[in-house]
């Protein structure tokens, strides 16, 4: 079945540091592929998406690119601040109908 | 816009007892979804309807889970009895059909004792 892996987190930077989570995906098919941020005490927000392979998805400074050839949807920023500190959730989509399948989730720490 | 409704945000019960977690989607929204999100871990989907009818329910343990959506809204999702490992947090969200962005609320966390 469908999968997604993320790397182990939690990840802690500082302010203004590059950031990269890894993400890859196990899918048959071409799935849609997901970005989700969850910030303290809230429920999960879409941050970007890619809907086929070379996609580029981008929200907020932050960049993911679709590449089939390695399967993955690596998620990149080049200078967080604070208010990114949140659980990051890689996620495809079956475009059978839509289920989204999540990853276990990034914790990401910004410090001043 | 409201957002996806969740109540309550918090449960603490003891096993064997029953719970039960109610969500309202954003208007017009006619797809639903329950999901389970365990300590670590992504959510992973639990049913899904498609305004009345739950399409999905593959991963719905029915022998202690149900679920209902009346009239195509408001949805329940029961635990009957609840067990330890139920502990998780269930988030519901909602979309205006399957290929388009979901919408989650803030879940309900069920902490069994």
């Known amino acids: 079945g469908d999968s997604v892996t993320q790397m182990e987190g939690p990840v802690t930077l500082s302010e203004e540091a590059f950031l990269t989570i890894n993400c890859t995906y196990t899918?048959?098919?071409?799935?849609?592929l997901f970005w989700y941020v969850q910030y303290p005490g809230e429920g999960l927000q879409l941050l970007l998406k890619?809907?086929?392979?070379?996609d580029k998805g981008s929200n907020k400074g932050f960049e993911a690119t679709y590449r089939k050839e390695t399967t993955s949807f690596h998620l990149e920023k080049g200078s967080v601040q604070v208010s990114d500190s949140a659980v990051y959730f890689c996620?495809?989509?079956?475009?059978?109908?839509?289920?989204?399948?999540f990853g276990q989730g990034t914790i990401l720490t910004v410090h001043p | 816009e409201a957002g996806v409704v969740q109540s309550p945000r918090y449960k603490i019960i003891e096993k064997k007892q029953p719970v039960a977690f109610w969500c309202n989607p954003i208007?017009?929204?006619?797809?639903l979804y329950w999901y389970r999100q365990n300590l670590g871990q992504g959510p992973e989907l639990l049913i899904r309807y498609e305004n009345e009818e739950a399409v999905d329910d593959s991963q719905l343990p029915k022998d202690r889970f149900s679920a209902e959506r009346l009239k195509g809204v408001d949805s329940t999702l029961k635990i009957q009895p609840a067990e330890l490992g139920d502990s998780a947090v269930y988030l519901c969200?909602?979309?205006?059909?399957?290929?388009?962005?979901?919408?989650f609320g803030p879940g309900t966390r069920l902490t069994v004792l």
């Open positions: 996620a495809l989509s079956d475009k059978s109908y839509g289920k989204l399948t």
């Open positions: 890619a809907t086929k392979a070379d």
């Open positions: 969200a909602s979309s205006t059909g399957d290929f388009n962005e979901q919408f």
């Open positions: 208007s017009g929204h006619n797809t």
């Open positions: 899918a048959t098919g071409y799935p849609s």
